[in-house]
């Protein structure tokens, strides 16, 4: 596996960490995914128990666009 980091732009594909603080606040590269995407990551973060704290994560399979 090669993993490597780049400047906070939207990729066109592949896998995509990006943050989420405390009481679900979007960082700016997650709030522009969630725009790209017509408010998946938000529809998710309400969809589960996923409230931004340390260690949580949470997957986001094949969003719109």
């Given at each position: 596996m090669k993993i490597?980091?780049?400047a906070p732009k939207l990729p066109d594909g592949g896998t995509i960490v990006t943050g989420v603080a405390a009481n679900k606040k979007?960082?700016?590269?997650?709030?522009?995914l969630d725009k790209r995407s017509g408010g998946a990551l938000k529809r998710a973060i309400s969809?589960?128990?996923?409230?931004?704290?340390?260690?949580?994560l949470l997957d986001v399979l094949a969003?719109?666009?």
């Open positions: 490597t980091f780049a979007l960082s700016p590269t997650a709030a522009a969809a589960s128990r996923f409230e931004g704290k340390r260690g949580q969003p719109a666009n």
